[in-house]
Nanobody, 126 residues
Framework: VQLQAFGGGLVQAGGSLRLSCAAS????????MGWFRQAPGKEREFVAA????????QYADSVKGRFTISRDNARNTVYLQMNSLKPEDTAVYYC????????????????????WGQGTQVTVSS
């Protein structure tokens, strides 16, 4: 599966952005999806994930209550709605995919994902 993330940009603190990640192929609904981010000089970190059905989601503590992950399997797209943005949310955001299984394994680590998009820059000014 090929992934393309877009929707990043420059926003003031307290503002909102919605990231999208479009996937190629006809088996998108068979993949668990995740969003990660990487700030300059830091390691890539988990942000949010969603099961292939969309029925289960999980979030990093730093974004819980502010970010919402969702997916539209008919459109082969996963979204990350980001509200109440803070300067510390500034990073390149990446979407990732791994083939799902009967039991949602709640993948949060980079090595648990097999496919990655190219990243989209999010900059939050104070």
């Amino acid at each position: 599966v090929q992934l393309q993330a877009f929707g990043g940009g420059l926003v003031q603190a307290g503002g909102s952005l919605r990231l999208s990640c479009a996937a190629s192929g006809r088996t998108f609904s068979s993949y668990d999806m995740g969003w990660f981010r990487q700030a300059p000089g830091k390691e890539r970190e988990f942000v949010a994930a969603i099961s292939m059905s969309g029925g289960s989601t999980q979030y990093a503590d730093s974004v819980k209550g502010r970010f919402t992950i969702s997916r539209d399997n008919a459109r082969n797209t996963v979204y990350l709605q980001m509200n109440s943005l803070k300067p510390e949310d500034t990073a390149v955001y990446y979407c990732a995919a791994v083939r799902g299984s009967y039991y949602y394994t709640k993948p949060k680590l980079t090595h648990e994902y097999d496919y990655w998009g190219q990243g989209t820059q999010v900059t939050v000014s104070s």
